[in-house]
């Protein structure tokens, strides 16, 4: 009887002990959701971290946790608190769409809209995660399904500005910049605070020839302290259009300062840094937009432009390499490997490059006339082929100036097809289009000066 009642003694002990964790666990995740309120993120974790495996308040606190990592920088780990809510509590349509948004952030856009169906799932009118799942789809570039996504929510609450901006957005894609107007309206008039509509309207202005208007807008919010990543992104890009590349990167600095590690910031201030010349500068805004976003091809492509401007000539065609192998029916990108085989010397593989760019796009005059060159340089060359092309060029583009030069000494020089009249026409074509190197259109109206001389005995 004693052993039995010893037993009992210690059942009833384990019992009032698990009781008095509990207590502790909720009095943890009190201190943590305390902590949060007062932004002592590193508190907070260490409270929430401290509820037990299995205990009723390790939801809540595991909750607690996911938001600190994300507050913290830490989505990844987010991630997986997140995971650990929904796995406790699979219907909690809160988590999910947290769970959502940081995978959202990852970049692990197809996992972030599965999440945001299971928050749907669990509540049908959760508006919030209609518009989140939206904008997941449109990084997809899944724009009409997005649209679909940011109307529904819209649907069940007419006045969520960020869903009438995000839709917005989706119209302006759709070409319909009128609704898309329409759209970021109404979301500044829902919400007064909300600077996103106010800089997609700017856009607008801008586009339609109001760029002082559009300028005075964000210069407006910068004034009010009101300025996001987004308003210096885009006086960045307006100081750009206008020529004043120095004011455009410290617009660039400012939102990348805002807003770090942003590709499209890094990838636009590479651009201008390129533009002021500073290709060592320039080079490092693209790697670290491609060390974010390694897909990209436009990044690959502005990185090889700024390569081959320093003349690493092999650097830059492994850019244009992998641009073609993201985007192997993009012509451009063809072209600019060509151009940088060419540089090597590699005439061969430039010539095969030059025939892909033209193959891809029948109206890349640049690839024609650059392949027309290459083949004059031929042992074999066929000056027919030459011919051809460059009249092929000026027929796609009449206004293309270095064309007609080229034409210009074709008919002048090659004794199978010279035609001076014809050396003459291309010549005076090339002078009327060419903008810019003066010294070079002089030299050019000399030679025409002595065709017509020469003629004229």
Not at 44 to 62: H, I
Not at 77 to 85: D, F, I, T
Not at 343 to 372: C, D, T, Y
Request: hydrophobic letters at 45%; aromatic letters at 8%; a negative charge.
């Amino acid at each position: 009887m004693q052993k039995l009642h010893h037993v009992l003694v210690g059942a009833l002990a384990l019992s009032f002990a698990a009781h008095a964790a509990f207590a502790d666990d909720r009095a943890h995740l009190d201190s943590a959701l305390a902590a949060i309120d007062a932004n002592d993120i590193a508190g907070a974790m260490t409270e929430a971290a401290l509820v037990a495996e299995g205990d009723p308040w390790r939801a809540d606190a595991q909750f607690a946790l996911a938001w600190c990592y994300a507050a913290s920088g830490e989505p990844e780990k987010a991630v997986e608190a997140y995971r650990q809510v929904v796995k406790i509590r699979p219907g909690d349509a809160k988590a999910w769409n947290n769970l959502g948004t940081t995978l959202d952030e990852l970049d692990r856009l197809a996992e972030a809209v599965e999440a945001y169906d299971r928050a749907i799932a669990a509540k049908p009118d959760y508006s919030a995660a209609m518009n989140n799942r939206g904008v997941s789809l449109e990084k997809m570039g899944e724009t009409q399904k997005a649209a679909e996504m940011f109307r529904r929510a819209i649907e069940l609450e007419p006045g969520f500005a960020a869903a009438h901006n995000n839709l917005g957005a989706c119209l302006y894609e759709f070409g319909d910049r009128k609704a898309a107007q329409l759209e970021w309206s109404e979301a500044a008039r829902l919400d007064p605070t909300y600077v996103s509509p106010i800089v997609n309207n700017s856009v607008l202005d801008f586009e339609g020839e109001r760029e002082s208007v559009a300028e005075a807008k964000l210069k407006a919010l910068v004034e009010q302290g009101r300025a996001t990543a987004d308003v210096w992104f885009n006086l960045g890009i307006f100081a750009f259009h206008r020529g004043d590349h120095e004011q455009a990167v410290r617009y660039m600095e400012e939102a990348d300062r805002l807003r770090p590690d942003d590709p499209e910031t890094l990838n636009n201030l590479g651009v201008v840094q390129c533009y002021r010349g500073n290709y060592r500068r320039a080079e490092q805004a693209l790697r670290q937009a491609l060390a974010k976003k390694r897909d990209w091809a436009k990044a690959w492509d502005n990185l090889g432009l700024t390569l081959y401007r320093m003349e690493r000539f092999a650097d830059a065609r492994e850019a244009f390499e992998r641009e073609v192998a993201i985007e192997p029916k993009l012509s451009s990108a063809h072209y600019n490997m060509g151009c940088a085989f060419a540089a090597e010397g590699n005439s061969e593989a430039a010539q095969k490059a030059f025939e892909k760019a033209i193959e891809a796009s029948p109206a890349n005059v640049e690839a024609m006339h650059n392949l027309a060159l290459l083949l004059s340089d031929r042992k074999d060359r066929d000056p027919a082929r030459e011919l051809a092309l460059f009249e092929r060029a000026v027929s796609v583009d009449p206004k293309f100036a270095a064309a007609h030069l080229s034409l210009g000494a074709f008919y002048q020089s090659e004794p199978k097809f010279q035609d001076a009249q014809k050396a003459i026409y291309h010549y005076e074509q090339f002078v009327a289009w060419q903008k810019g190197e003066r010294e070079k259109v002089d030299e050019v109206m000399r030679t025409v000066a002595s065709l017509r001389a020469t003629l004229a005995q």
